[in-house]
Structure formats: structure tokens, C-alpha cells
């Protein structure tokens, strides 16, 4: 056969296959024109008409809207386009069905707190039907509700986005030429901030019992979950600032454990207010921080405090600290958006001392490697009191403080000397945050404290070593004695009601045993690793109190490494007075300070609040706006000047530091001189308790670190770097009552 004769029977073949297939796919069960019918008549040659229904069907389905097409697709049944028999050659009918416009809805409401935004969109979108779709970026429609007071406009328009530039309100915009418009953006940042009064709102401590309603003290407090798969929501109380500074500083305190709750902090040391002796009112205070800085109480990580998640969903290490704490301080951040972008420092106590620096890595870590500004904090600095931050140091403390104030002696001295080669030794092999061999020393300094008088045995109070009066073994477990006050106030059916916590969970607890156990395998590196890292990005000018305890952290700082130089090489001291007496002394170098504070225990805002708001002032860059009821200075001491009068060749650092307009972080580590070394409390106590039946359990105690001293004169104490014994100066007995010659020293251990 001929190609040409194979070529005409091919042809033939084809077009009638073309017959076949247009009766089966185009004219069969087709409907005829009505009059309700929608479509286009399209001509074309005679016989061709197959060919023109399926090039319709290509030309209109390439001008479709994907949007539209899916919303179709939901529907096996519809079709986008059907032909229609005309009856008539060489013309088609393409039926189409309904444009499906994508829409968006957008309200704007006006002085009336009654009709919700997303209510009102949602009852709007049901009203459209299902068939539409909603496109926020390019929507064919938009639906404009104006609702003010109790007057409501509607409006459906098209092409709102290209033409709303010629609005009365966009005319008068003060915008670049360049920028386009984002009005459904402003819309929704309305909505947001609408959001974000509302759940402001619901924090709002309105009325807190026991507290004077003209105190003027204003707060927010609540849980914000930050996991629902784990049910697990972070507690926090903000105290407002009652005065305004330059510039805003928010600071936020954290206590330690882990596991122990910062209403610690907040009842206790930094906060407005103290609990009276009733249990049942509260009395305003000289020296909070929140005079003019906004203080932020975390109860973190979850489980601690009024805090709470699934029991199986507790932190096991300090590395997941961070990580959870950020989340918490995004959901915040996002109610509370008008504090997002102040100078931020991060306090705290204790165990605190190995969060924060693992906190503070994380976020300048974040703001390092993020380009989005609303993830990116202006940390400033951080403070630490009494920190648990460098294991070696301060675990060599607990033996050194202890033999230079003979609470050990022969056969307990040679005891404590092995327990601490043993300790020595174990760190050797492993450098981790804490080490059980190590806190063996307590035990052998209490047990070498016993005295029996009759039928009394008694022991050295472990927060205060002039102390002998208490019964042993407890050794003054149940100090500071106003907690037991404090968590009746604070389990108050009242009380939690006022404060927005979770009535449905157990009620508060100082220190969770939970959040403790979690910790227990915790082999992560100690915090001190942290410090040159965080150190190396301040500015040379920057001047930070660093305020420890007398050996552990003289000791940290003598082996510590920033700025490529070893520990301190001028060992000059500034002196710093309080209401006209010296409050401590200062050594300033390569932007680290240690600061040396008199007459406190360990928990300096505890014993002299005036003098530790003083120090944080000075720290956050508040210490010339004469903001004290007392007058302080640094570097002289001048009975003759007034409050207003407080300027120094130390504030003059300060105030070039604070003018010099850097972006950098300050550390800051305040104490007291001591030993200053923990025992984590819960095991020693179930330790001492197996010996000694006896012994209570009076629960978990935040303030459990061992041995600190602080001398109420600077000339009773070792200055830093000075290895003389001849202004030593021992504790003297004298039942209960101290002279103000004497040095107060403090015995603790730490909460596990």
C-alpha cells in the first residue's frame, strides 16, 4: 500500500474516532439552551466542532484562578465548563458556572467593647456560604464592616486592594511613595493589638488581698502556656514600675533550685511588699526594684512554683532551660508587646546562677543568627546573687571557710579535708554542675557542731553561724521562718483567684521535688564555661558589679578567662556608701566588677533592700537620676551632701558607659564574701533524716546554700588578694544578739 493511500485512511480513521468520541464525550446527556443558562457562543468551521469545545475548554482553563479551581475540586460533581447541543452547525454554546470569588472580610470597630472581631467574621464568612473562598493576600472581593458605637456600615467592593491608595485616610498617610499598601496587615495588627488588650485584661490583678488599695502598686499575673500537647503553662507576676526613668528597664528575677519558686524573690527580697505578722496583710517596703524598673517573676522552669505541666514532662537538664524559656518569653512578649524592645536584665539567686548564663547565651545566640526583629531581645546584662556557677570554686569553699572560722576541727577537720580530695577527684573525672560527694562536707560541719546540754542537743543554725540555739539535726531547716507565712497566704483560695493561677492544680509550693528529680542525671557543663563568651562581647568602657561570695568567687575569678587575659590584675578598691555608711567596695577591671556588700546575709535584697536596689540601679544605668529616698555614692564618702548629691570617679565611668549608646551586655554577680558553695537540701535531708528519725520533713527551702559571711566593716574582712590573718575577725557568742562589731555569717545548703 502508498504511503499516500496509508496517510488518507489514517485520516479517515482519525476523524472517525473524532465522530465517536464527540457523540460519547460532547453531545451525549447534555442538556439543551435555556434561558437560565450562562455561557458563550463560540463559531467555527462545519465539522469542526469537537475541535472548538476542546480548544474552549483549554483557553478558559488557562485563565482560571487556582483558588477558584480547588475550592471546585471539592466537588467530584461540578464541572468548571460543559458544552451545550445548539442543535445548529457550526456554532457551540459553553456553559460556565458561577465565578467562585475569593472574598475577605475586614472590620473595623470603633468605641464598642460588645461585638468580638472574630465573631463578627465568622458570622459574616457563614452568611457568604461554603461555594466562596477566603484569600487574605489577593481577594476579588472585599467586605468592609465599619461598626462604631452602635452604628454599623457594609460595603462589598472589588479591586479594594489597587484602588484603596486613593482613600481619603491613605491621601493623608504620611507614607514613601515606594511603600506598598498593606491594609490588610494593618488590619490584622489591629485585630492583634485588640487581642492583646483583651488578654492583658485578663491578667490585671485588680484587687490583692491584704494589700492597702491605695499602695499603687499596679500588676499582672498568670499562667501562658507554652506546650498544650504537654499541658504545660508558665506562672508570672509583673510588678509595674511606679516611676518612669529616661528610659524603660525591665528586669526579670528568677530564683533558684531548681524547682524553687520566684514568689521567693518577689515576697522576700526584690518585691514592693512583706508579709505582716497577721499571715494576713501586706506592708509596702523601702528599696523594691520596681521603683522604677517593671520586674518580671518567673516561676520556670515548668512545675515549679504555681507553674505546671504533665508530671512526665519535666526538664532533665539545663540546656532545655533555655529553649522553654524562650517560648515563654515569645507568648509574653506578644501580650505585653509595649515592653518588647526596653533595655531587658536577667536576675536571680542561687541555682538561678546556672540558668541565666545557659538564658543569656540563648539569647544573644538568637538575635545573632535571626532577621526578624521581633525575636530579637536587648538583653543588657544579667545578675546573679550568690550563684551556684563554678562547681571547683565554690565546693573548695565549704572546706577553706570553714577552717578559717573553726567550725571544723581535728577528726571532723582531717574528715571534711578527705571528703573534699574525694570531691576533687570526682570533678577531675567528670566537671559537672553539682557532685553528691561533695556536699558530705555540710553534714560533717553540723555533726561536728553538735553541743549537749542535758538532755538538749544543739547545732549551729546553718543560715547563721552565730546562731547555736537550734535543736539538732534540724539546724535551722525552717529558715527564713516568714515562708511558712508566705505559702499560707499564697495556697489562699482568695488569693489565687486574684492572682489569675490554676485553682485546679496542688497548691503552691516553695520548692518542687518534682522539677529537683528531673535534674538529678543532669551532666550538662557547669555555667561558668558560659562566662568569656558572654563577657568578650561587652565594650571596654562597660563597668558591671560582680558581688560573690569572699573565697569560692575570688577563687573563679583569679582562674577566669576574658578578653584573653587571666583573672584581675589590679587589685584597687573603690569604697560605695548608702545613706552615708559603706555599704561594700569595688574592683573594677576589663568591664567585671566584684563588689563586696556589708552587713547582709546571702540574700542581700533580703537584708538591706535600700542598699541592693541601690546596686541595681547603678547596674542598669539609673544611678544619677536621683531616684533614691537615700543618698549614696561611690568612690567618697561626704556626710554634708544632700540626696542629691552623688557623683564620683566611679559614677563618671557609669556615665560613660550609659552615654556611649552600645548595644552590649553587662554581668553582673551579687553576694555576699563566704563561702558561698551549695548542698542540694532535699537529698541532704532525706540523708540526715535516715539517721536521724526525728528530723522532720519541713519540706523544700529555696535559700539552701552553705556557708556566706558578710562583715558589717570593711576593715573586719580580707580585702581581695590580701593573704594577711590580722584583721580576721571570729564570731563571738552572745545568745542570739549580735553587736554591729561582728561579722554575720550565714550556713546554708541548696534545694535539689
Known sequence: MSNSRKRSNSIIGDERNVKKHKDKQYYKKVSTLDSNISGVFVSCAKSKEAFCVRECYDLFNANNNNSELAQMRKSHTSHRFASIQTGTHCVVFIKTSSPVDPYAVIPNI?????????????????????????????????????????????????????????NIESIFEDKEQN??????????????????????????????????????????????????????????????????????????????????????????????????????????????????????????PIGTGFSYANSNSYLTNVTQVP???????????????????????????????????????????????????????????????????????????YYTFSVKHNLLTGNSKELAKQQLDTCMDALKEKLTIHQDLCELILETVLENSRQTNGSTTTCINQYDIRDHSDSYPSCGIAWPYELTSIAKYLRRTDVVSAIHANSQQIGWVECSSGVGRGFTGDTSPPAVNLLPGILEQIEVFGDQDLICNHMGTEDMISNLTWGGIKGFKNLTSTPWFVNYTQAGHIISERNLSYVLIYNSSHMVPYDVPVVSADMMYRFIGLANQNISKFPSSVGYQNDTTDKNHSSTSDDEIWDKYYNAGTATLIIVIFGVIGLGAFVFRGRFIKRRKHHHEQLKDLGSNEMDEIVIETPYRSDDIDHFGDSEDEDDVRPRKTQGKYTDDEERTILTSEER
Request: aromatic share 12%; net charge negative.
Open 323 to 397: 529553649v522553654q524559656f524562650l517560648l515563654f518569653l515569645d507568648e509574653f512578649f506578644k501580650i505585653f508587646p509595649e515592653f518588647s524592645k526596653d533595655d531587658i536584665y536577667i536576675a536571680g539567686e542561687s541555682y538561678a546562677g546556672t540558668y541565666i548564663p545557659y538564658i543569656a547565651k540563648a539569647i544573644l545566640d538568637r538575635n545573632n543568627n535571626t532577621t526578624d526583629n521581633k525575636l530579637k531581645y536587648n538583653l543588657r546584662g544579667v545578675a546573679i546573687g550568690n550563684g551556684w556557677i563554678d562547681p571547683i570554686a565554690q565546693y573548695n569553699a
Open 179 to 300: 511603600e506598598e499598601p498593606e491594609e490588610q496587615n494593618e488590619q490584622n495588627e489591629q485585630g492583634e493589638q485588640n487581642e492583646q488588650s483583651e488578654q492583658t485584661a485578663d491578667y490585671f490583678i485588680e484587687n490583692l488581698p491584704g494589700l492597702a488599695k491605695d499602695a499603687n502598686v499596679k500588676a499582672h499575673s498568670g499562667h501562658i502556656t507554652i506546650n498544650e500537647t504537654a499541658n504545660a503553662n508558665i506562672f508570672f507576676w509583673l510588678i509595674h514600675n511606679r516611676h518612669i526613668a529616661d528610659k524603660s528597664k525591665f528586669i526579670i528575677w528568677l530564683n533558684g533550685g531548681p524547682g524553687c519558686s520566684s514568689m521567693d524573690g518577689l515576697f522576700l527580697e526584690t518585691g514592693p511588699w512583706r508579709i505582716n505578722t497577721d499571715n494576713e496583710t501586706l506592708r509596702l517596703i523601702d528599696g523594691s526594684w520596681n521603683e522604677y524598673a517593671n520586674v518580671l517573676y518567673v516561676d520556670q
Open 110 to 166: 470603633r468605641n464598642n467593647k460588645n461585638i468580638e472581631r472574630m465573631k463578627l467574621i465568622t458570622t459574616i464568612a457563614r452568611l457568604v456560604g461554603d461555594d466562596h473562598i477566603v484569600n487574605l493576600d489577593d481577594p476579588d472581593l472585599v467586605i468592609i464592616v465599619e461598626i462604631f458605637k452602635n452604628i454599623c456600615g457594609m460595603s462589598v467592593l472589588s479591586d479594594y486592594k489597587r484602588l484603596k491608595k486613593y
